[in-house]
């Protein structure tokens, strides 16, 4: 099978997810090894948390599923981008649809978009 240069970044790559259809980028995570060899198999979005170091199938807990439909892999092998289908109409943990809501207008940062759910309703710990 095919390898990620993982030695590059202490073990890390990172995965920039886009969703098929609409063409949005949805977040930016981290894998490991073991996220990319269960995101191959199972074809369904796994990461790495580095804030909590621990491995993450995207969408556990929340129900916010990412279905990987292709993979690219830039020239270097150390960055994937995943093109997947959101289930679920949320991708970031904060409840919006991308972790990419937020807008630099005029050195202020303005949130583009509606909260899709309230995070202290899905993440209790």
Same mark, same amino acid.
């Given at each position: 099978?095919?390898?990620?240069?993982?030695?590059?970044?202490?073990?890390?790559?990172?995965? $920039?997810?886009?969703?098929?259809?609409?063409?949005?980028?949805?977040?930016?995570?981290?894998?490991?090894?073991?996220?990319?060899?269960?995101? $191959?198999?199972?074809?369904?979005?796994?990461?790495?948390?580095?804030?909590?170091?621990?491995?993450?199938?995207?969408?556990?807990?929340?129900?916010?599923?990412?279905?990987?439909?292709? $993979?690219?892999?830039?020239?270097?092998?150390?960055?994937?981008?995943?093109?997947?289908?959101?289930?679920?109409?949320?991708?970031?943990?904060?409840?919006?649809?991308s972790c990419f809501h937020r807008v630099l207008r005029n050195g202020t940062l303005e949130t583009d978009g509606e909260r899709i759910f309230n995070p202290e309703d899905v993440y209790r710990n």
């Amino acid at each position: 099978m095919f390898e990620l240069d993982f030695d590059k970044n202490g073990g890390m790559i990172p995965a $920039i997810v886009q969703d098929i259809d609409s063409g949005e980028i949805l977040m930016l995570a981290y894998m490991n090894r073991e996220a990319w060899e269960l995101t $191959i198999e199972k074809k369904i979005a796994h990461y790495y948390s580095r804030s909590r170091k621990s491995l993450w199938k995207k969408g556990e807990t929340s129900g916010n599923i990412q279905e990987v439909l292709e $993979i690219r892999v830039d020239c270097d092998s150390d960055t994937v981008l995943l093109k997947v289908r959101q289930i679920g109409k949320a991708a970031c943990h904060t409840g919006f649809r991308s972790c990419f809501h937020r807008v630099l207008r005029n050195g202020t940062l303005e949130t583009d978009g509606e909260r899709i759910f309230n995070p202290e309703d899905v993440y209790r710990n």
